[in-house]
């Protein structure tokens, strides 16, 4: 895997698309008009996560497996293709990527668990992204001190009694979001510290660092609230840098570690459409077992992106050793195996 | 990794040719921690319709594993003491490119978790100087792990074997195969 300290178009990509947020946030908060200023360190750490992700989403969708997935997948757009797909598509991205519904049978607490935090975290950001840009804000109605009007982009698009439900609700759905969010990764905490599969292959950076950012930030988050409504504001000033902290960590940490998957895992839709379409195409034949092991296209893409990578697998007759399935494969290197054997005189040696 | 005991004195060696089919092995590759009790161990007929003969089949672990290579979502790494570890959960998007470079015909999809696994030679016991559950249950010493001198004694007419021929691709490996005394690579035809 050949690595370059850093990529040009990747840069470039992501710099322009910084620039286009960057404006987006100067328009959508009416010329900064709408913009809390007290946010302005979460808008350098979102803007700064936003230029990492693309950057590393760039150089990402540049390496030869992910190009042909990525190129694939355009091309069934531009071709039409991928219309034919469309309410398989739809379904997937509800039971996928709402509802991780893949981590179920892994286990019934990991998708609890999961779902808390991926709820947590997805409500949290839809709240705050939009405040931190401007892009949301709050008015009094005019002549009223009882009614609260949410804009949007500089257009209203709700009113509500300061005294209702739905304030109260809104008001505080960060905080809905911090709870679930603990809940979700003490239980991630707890399985990564007791399992023994885990302990021997994590790695606190990559691993357990995430896990405690997240149960960080929603406790100094939930801690500025405790602390305004049942504390009279004590240490309201350091809970809050505190928590600009862990959160502006948690913005740079997005794009180099763990949180990056949020990012990545539509490609799984991707994926599965790449093998639906491939199966309308035709399924490939092992010569070992006779039996359809995968689609041809997969194994016609596989060809080129492993000699794009430097491996070559064809042989003298024409064939290639990828043609064969998993199983033909291991048959045929026992089949190998046995007949060098044979050749040294002594089956056993 | 976090810690580690790792022996780097103690090697994988296998011989497909005295496996008999028992399936020890799959049961206790089950066992180990890292595959959260999914056997990765694969033992197949050759050519059921010719011979009873089974083959056994763990992670050869490639100096420059093809199944990194080919993982859109760089899933799957390889730590300094040369294993290459199963995919990454939170990376891997399942799409099988992995299972069908594999070589060796290694990586298993498992479609209910839309994942795919396969053998770390049981890191969870070699990271802390332990063996793989299937080299300490094996009967018929297909699967052996251990020193190199332990297996010359043991096999005195045979030769640890890691360098194999695919068309026209060579690759390295971590795990040897016992070839006849002489040998330095197995060509597969």
């Given amino acids: 895997m050949k690595n370059k300290t850093y990529n040009i178009k990747a840069l470039l990509i992501a710099a322009l698309l910084s620039i286009f947020m960057i404006a987006l946030v100067f328009f959508g908060s009416r010329k900064l008009q709408n913009f809390d200023a007290a946010l302005v360190t979460y808008l350098f750490g979102t803007v700064f996560a936003f230029f990492g992700i693309v950057y590393r989403y760039t150089v990402w969708l540049q390496r030869p497996p992910t190009w042909i997935y990525f190129k694939r997948g355009i091309t069934y757009l531009i071709t039409g293709k991928v219309f034919s797909h469309f309410w398989f598509a739809t379904k997937e991205s509800v039971e996928n990527i709402a509802f991780q519904k893949f981590i179920y049978p892994r286990g019934k607490y990991r998708w609890m668990a999961h779902f808390m935090i991926a709820v947590g975290c997805t409500s949290a950001f839809l709240i705050t992204i939009p405040l931190t840009f401007g892009w949301i804000n709050f008015a009094m109605a005019p002549n009223s001190i009882s009614v609260y009007e949410a804009y949007f982009f500089g257009f209203k698009v709700m009113d509500f009694n300061l005294d209702s439900i739905t304030a109260f609700l809104t008001f505080h759905a960060l905080n809905w979001s911090s709870y679930l969010v603990i809940f979700g990764s003490l239980y991630y905490l707890r399985r990564r510290l007791t399992n023994p599969g885990l302990i021997a292959t994590q790695s606190f950076e990559g691993d357990l660092l995430p896990l405690i950012l997240l149960i960080a930030i929603s406790v100094t988050g939930l801690g500025l609230t405790y602390s305004y409504q049942f504390m009279k504001g004590l240490a309201f000033d350091f809970l809050a840098v505190l928590h600009a902290v862990t959160v502006i960590m948690f913005l740079i940490w997005i794009p180099f570690g763990k949180f990056f998957h949020i990012i990545q895992r539509p490609a799984q839709i991707g994926a599965h459409i790449y093998k639906k379409q491939g199966m309308k195409m035709g399924m490939a034949v092992c010569p070992h077992t006779g039996e359809e092991f995968t689609t041809n296209l997969h194994i016609k893409d596989l060809k080129a992106v492993t000699k794009e990578l430097g491996f070559n697998f064809d042989k003298e007759d024409g064939t290639s050793h990828l043609d064969l399935s998993p199983e033909g494969k291991r048959s045929r290197l026992a089949q190998a195996h046995l007949k060098a054997r044979q050749q040294g005189g002594n089956l056993f040696g | ?189």
């Fill in chain 2, 1 to 189: 990794m976090n810690y580690t005991n790792f022996n780097i004195h103690e090697e994988f060696f296998v011989d497909m040719q005295r496996c008999i089919g028992c399936k020890a092995c799959e049961l206790a590759c089950a066992e180990c921690e890292t595959n959260g009790q999914e056997s990765m161990i694969h033992v197949n007929y050759v050519d059921r319709a010719s011979t009873v003969q089974t083959t056994v089949q763990v992670c050869m672990h490639c100096d420059d594993p093809v199944c990194a290579n080919v993982c859109p979502a760089d899933a799957i790494s390889k730590d300094e003491f040369g294993i290459v570890h199963t995919a990454n959960t939170e990376r891997c998007i399942g799409c099988s490119n992995c299972v069908m470079a594999c070589p060796f015909g290694v990586p298993k999809k498992e479609e209910s978790y839309d994942l795919m696994m396969k053998c770390t030679m049981c890191y969870d016991r070699t990271s802390v100087g332990k063996k793989p559950m299937c080299a300490t249950v094996c009967p018929s010493g297909a699967l052996f792990y251990g020193t190199k001198d332990q297996i010359q004694e043991m096999r005195p007419n045979s030769t640890p074997v890691n360098t194999f021929v695919f068309g026209q691709e060579i690759v390295n490996t971590k795990v040897n195969i016992m070839m006849p005394k002489g040998s330095t690579e197995l060509i597969i035809f």
